[in-house]
């Protein structure tokens, strides 16, 4: 779905999507696409209650973890503080527990190096009381594991996990390659772009890369890198880290104000991303209003770009990941790159998704992109210049919406004489402005980066004048809060214009070319 969404009765939704829009889009400033996280080999988390925000305005507590290094908030928050790790580190989190139980930390995909020992209940092999080594409540645990694989993985309590992992006691882990380095030119992405037999000079693929994890200067690289820096099948641009979990209400009234509750009728009511309902998924990250739950979840993207999005349910239930807009490429589950000969052949057994089943307690790697292809116009207007990674199939091509002719108002009213659709024509039939009530990011235009008049009082939400497609769950229930939609799971991915180079360059792009510098 392209333009406008909502209708005007969610213009809460679109005032917070105007702000990530100015401040994260804006072709004045730095559109770094990022992981919000902990970098470094040496982590100090203390398991503590707090309390969320829903997306309705209710009050949720939770048990989380808080980053209380000595450059850390100290704010518990849900999830917790994500992992970014580089493949080959020796890593040591030291657990303190001020919660009323014992806490533990399992690292799914680590190789562990500190004791596994799981605890017995009184000492007795007959009941389980957690699957690793415990911090008593007032006190810690140390464990240390070896990052051995790229890949996207989570962390999560071992201890009493039925409640815990219900209360928020769980965070993500991104492990980078460590052979990552900047990749030789010229060299073509072989998924999610278009190739041409002869492309124009300026439409060659050259990501957009880093010499190393530590050099700000780009924004991409390699999420999987088994042939030494030649493999391109899972390079990208963004990247986005989306974490799935959900919440009974009742439940968490029970852990906070007791009485009885029977856990065999828990029952999500809130859905989140990143430990956001919508339309807070679309707030900026480290939002003051919000702040136990620091991280958001707004892609945003030029056409042609490849963005991975990490997928990590940490929840109860299956969850059903839809994109609009385009299909994405699958190449890796639970860190685990789909490759036939991981040292030789990529991602070769990567395949499309309409949408992506998340399961519990499993991981999922996968890259968007989207170029306009087949639309049937060109997104920049009739201009002669080839914009970066152009569908050139619809290069020059104009717009030709069909819109019905005026008629009389009669009674019966006059049946109205079938249209037959020019070449290139929108395959609808559109009304007349007066006749419509346009979403409040719909620009007026249908062209990309373009505006055109609306009706007063409509629009104004869409400052770039980009496309923006939903991202959210395919299960309709759980895009709300508490049974009030909009809500939910659900947020927006937008497709922002290249910058006009008279406003100078965005992060590495060449202002001569419109391409990606080295």
Not at 246 to 265: A, C, H, I, N, V
Not at 317 to 332: K, L, Q, T, W
Not at 353 to 373: Q, R
Not at 494 to 501: Q, S
Request: glycine share 10%; charged share 10%; with cysteine.
């Amino acid at each position: 779905m392209m333009g406008g969404f909502f209708m005007n009765n969610s213009k809460m939704l679109w005032r917070l999507l105007l702000v990530a829009l100015l401040v994260v889009a804006s072709p004045i400033c730095k559109a770094h696409a990022m992981i919000n996280g902990l970098t470094g080999t040496s982590f100090n988390f203390t398991a503590k209650s707090g309390h969320i925000t829903a997306g309705d305005g209710a009050s949720l507590l939770f048990w989380g973890f808080a980053d209380t290094s000595p450059t850390g908030s100290g704010v518990v928050q849900y999830p917790g503080p994500t992992l970014i790790l580089r493949e080959g580190d020796t890593v040591t989190v030291t657990l303190s527990n001020q919660l009323a139980e014992p806490v533990s930390l399992l690292f799914p995909g680590m190789t562990m190096i500190s004791s596994t020992a799981p605890v017995f209940n009184g000492g007795s092999k007959a009941k389980l009381s957690s699957l690793a080594p415990e911090a008593l409540p007032n006190g810690t645990q140390t464990y240390t594991f070896k990052a051995t694989k790229p890949g996207t993985y989570y962390y999560e309590s071992g201890s009493n996990q039925p409640i815990q992992l219900r209360m928020g006691l769980f965070g993500g882990i991104v492990v980078r390659p460590a052979t990552y380095k900047a990749l030789p030119l010229p060299n073509v992405v072989p998924y999610g772009l278009n190739a041409f037999a002869d492309p124009p000079a300026n439409t060659t693929r050259h990501p957009q890369v880093r010499t190393n994890y530590n050099d700000s200067t780009g924004i991409g690289g390699v999420a999987y890198n088994p042939s030494n820096a030649g493999d391109l099948t899972t390079a990208y641009d963004r990247e986005y880290l989306v974490i799935a979990s959900e919440m009974d209400p009742d439940f968490q009234k029970w852990m906070e104000f007791g009485g009885t509750y029977d856990l065999s009728k828990w029952r999500s009511n809130y859905w989140f991303f990143n430990g956001r309902n919508a339309p807070d998924t679309m707030d900026m990250p480290n939002s003051a209003v919000l702040p136990t739950q620091p991280y958001n979840t707004m892609p945003l993207a030029h056409p042609g770009e490849r963005v991975l999005i990490r997928l990590v349910n940490m929840g109860q239930e299956f969850h059903p990941f839809h994109h609009h807009g385009n299909h994405s490429r699958v190449i890796a589950v639970d860190g685990n790159l789909l490759s036939s000969n991981p040292a030789a052949s990529g991602a070769d057994l990567a395949w499309l998704a309409f949408t992506e089943t998340l399961i519990p307690g499993k991981t999922m790697d996968t890259i968007f992109t989207w170029t306009g292809a087949n639309l049937g116009w060109d997104i920049y207007s009739d201009s002669p210049r080839v914009r970066p990674y152009e569908y050139m199939a619809d290069h020059g091509k104009t717009y030709q919406p069909n819109i019905l002719p005026a008629q009389p108002q009669t009674t019966p009213p006059v049946p109205t004489p079938a249209l037959k659709l020019p070449p290139q024509a929108v395959p609808v039939i559109l009304p007349t402005i007066e006749q419509i009530i346009a979403g409040a990011n719909y620009s007026g235009s249908p062209y990309l980066g373009m505006s055109a008049p609306l009706t007063p009082g409509e629009g104004g939400f869409n400052p770039l004048n980009g496309y923006f497609y939903m991202f959210h769950s395919h299960a309709e229930l759980e895009i709300t809060n508490n049974n009030t939609f909009p809500g939910g799971m659900l947020t927006m991915m937008g497709i922002v214009p290249w910058p006009d180079p008279a406003l100078g360059p965005l992060d590495n792009l060449d202002p001569a070319t419109d391409m990606y510098m080295p």
